[in-house]
């Protein structure tokens, strides 16, 4: 079965810096989904990749898929405390019927 | 558009009693999932629907836990007796069809003692 692994586990970054999360499959990527949950909140649903060396941005977030699809990367320019919460990568393993894998999350923590 | 509905959101209960979360999904949305997430882990698959169909429940504890979805819409998780490991976060999501993207629910959190 596929599995993910999210590094770090945990970051905390100072407002206005930039910061990086992996997600590292054992598996081809076919859909790599990245979702972001604030504590007792359900998964806000931020980007997904399909094609290896994709890249797609959103506001100050930017997520890749690397050429050989097997890891994706979330990037964060100048940090804000908004960006504050648990950050969960998703994988597809491309059956065409496979509901999503999580990764276990990267706790991310912006202080002033 | 409305969301994901779940209730209730938060439910405290003693191990080896039973408790009911519901869910109604986006409209028009045919798949629906529930996920378990224990505190410090990814949301696990418990049960998918296609439907008022079963797609997937391998990872669903059949001796405790049961789902259903009744006319293909809203949907019934239980689970009947409670353990002190099913202490979690449980969360219903819904997509137009498989392959697309899932909106998820707020989540119930279960405690149980």
């Known amino acids: 079965s596929q599995e993910l692994e999210q590094s770090p586990q945990s970051l905390i970054v100072q407002e206005g810096k930039n910061l990086t999360i992996n997600c590292t499959s054992s598996k081809t990527l076919y859909g790599l989904y990245w979702y972001k949950q604030k504590y007792g909140e359900g998964l806000i649903f931020l980007m997904m990749?399909?094609?290896?060396?994709e890249e797609k941005s959103h506001e100050k977030i930017t997520a890749k898929l690397d050429e050989k699809k097997q890891q994706s990367s979330l990037h964060i320019t100048a940090s804000q405390p908004s960006h504050a919460g648990i950050y969960l990568c998703g994988a597809d393993s491309g059956s065409g019927n496979t509901p999503l894998v999580f990764g276990k999350g990267t706790r991310l923590s912006v202080i002033a | 558009e409305a969301g994901v509905a779940q209730s209730p959101r938060y439910k405290i209960i003693e191990k080896r009693q039973s408790v009911a979360f519901w869910c109604n999904p986006i409209s028009g949305h045919a798949t629906l999932y529930w996920y378990q997430q224990i505190l410090g882990q990814g949301p696990k698959l418990l049960i998918q629907f296609q439907n008022n169909g079963v797609v997937d429940d391998s990872q669903l504890p059949k001796d405790r836990f049961s789902a259903e979805r009744l006319k293909g819409v809203d949907s019934t998780l239980k689970i009947q007796p409670a353990k002190l490991e099913d202490s979690a976060v449980y969360l219903c999501?819904?997509?137009?069809?498989?392959?697309?993207?899932?909106?998820f629910g707020a989540g119930s959190r279960l405690t149980v003692l």
């Open positions: 999501a819904s997509s137009l069809t498989v392959g697309n993207v899932l909106t």
């Open positions: 990749l399909q094609k290896g060396g």
